[in-house]
C-alpha cells in the first residue's frame, strides 16, 4: 500500500528563518501529492499541490518539487513568519478520494 | 461557494453509545471521504463515497459505517462507542473529474467518548 514519510518535529524557528520539511512517499503508481496545513481547532487546507514529475507547487511563499528519483516532496520557504505556527501535512493519493498522509509536523515561528 | 460543512462540531457520548456524524460537500462534488484524526495514529482514512456507493474503505471495524444521499450529502455512524474513538473526524469532497486527487476538508467534528 501506499506510505507517506514525514519529518515529524515539533520544528521551532525564528521569524524569518529558512524552513524544510522533509516527505518521502512509497506508493503504487505515480501518486499526486499535497502539503496541506491546519490551524488550531481547523480542518485541514490545501496548501500546495503537485501531480507528476518535477513539478513544482508554490502558494504564500511555499514551495514543493515533486521528485520522482528520491521519491520525495520536501516543503520549503525562504522567510517564515508568526503566522505559519501551525500543523504541516504531507500526503498523497493514486486515484479517487484516498489520501495517505504523514504524521504531521508541528512548526511554531518565534518573533 | 460554500466550503465543506460538518455538523455537529463537538459531541460527548459514553461508551456504548453510537453516533451520527454529518457532512455536506461543496456544491457540485459528488465524492465524499471521511477520515480519523488522532494524536496517536494521525491521519487515517475511513471510507469514501460516490454517487451513494462506497468506493472505497479503509481497515476500520464494522462498528463504523457511513452513507451518502441523492443529494451528496454524507453521514458516518459508529455504533458501541469505545475511548478510542475519541477523535477529530474530517469529512472532504472532491470534484470528480480532472488530473488531481484534491480534496477539501470541513472544520471536523469533535468526538469525545466518556
Known amino acids: 500500500g501506499n506510505s507517506v514519510t514525514q519529518m515529524e518535529g515539533p520544528v521551532t524557528l525564528s521569524e524569518e528563518a529558512f524552513l524544510t520539511i522533509n516527505c518521502t512517499y512509497t506508493?503504487?503508481?505515480?501518486?499526486?501529492l499535497f502539503w496541506y496545513v491546519q490551524y488550531p481547532g481547523e480542518g485541514l487546507q490545501l496548501l500546495l499541490k503537485a501531480t507528476k514529475a518535477d513539478d513544482k507547487g508554490s502558494n504564500k511563499g511555499f514551495e514543493a518539487t515533486y521528485r520522482k528519483e528520491t521519491t520525495s516532496f520536501h516543503l520549503e520557504k525562504g522567510s517564515v513568519q508568526v503566522s505559519d505556527s501551525a500543523v504541516y501535512f504531507c500526503?498523497?493519493?493514486?486515484?479517487?478520494?484516498?489520501?495517505?498522509f504523514g504524521q504531521g509536523t508541528i512548526l511554531t515561528v518565534h518573533p | 461557494k460554500a466550503g465543506v460543512t460538518q455538523t455537529p462540531r463537538y459531541l460527548i457520548k459514553t461508551r456504548g453509545q453510537q453516533v451520527t456524524l454529518s457532512c455536506s460537500p461543496i456544491?457540485?462534488?459528488?465524492?465524499v471521504s471521511w477520515y480519523q484524526q488522532t494524536p496517536g495514529q494521525g491521519l487515517q482514512f475511513l471510507f469514501e463515497y460516490f454517487s451513494e456507493t462506497q468506493r472505497n474503505k479503509g481497515n476500520f471495524p464494522g462498528r463504523f459505517s457511513g452513507r451518502q444521499f441523492s443529494n451528496s450529502r454524507s453521514e458516518m455512524n459508529v455504533s458501541t462507542l469505545e475511548l478510542g474513538d475519541s477523535a477529530l473526524y474530517l469529512c472532504?469532497?472532491?470534484?470528480?473529474?480532472?488530473?488531481?486527487?484534491?480534496?477539501?476538508f470541513g472544520p471536523g467534528t469533535r468526538l469525545t467518548v466518556l
Open positions: 500526503g498523497g493519493g493514486t486515484s479517487y478520494g484516498k489520501l495517505t
Open positions: 472532504a469532497s472532491r470534484e470528480e473529474g480532472g488530473s488531481y486527487n484534491e480534496q477539501f
Open positions: 506508493a503504487t503508481g505515480y501518486p499526486s
Open positions: 456544491s457540485g462534488h459528488r465524492s
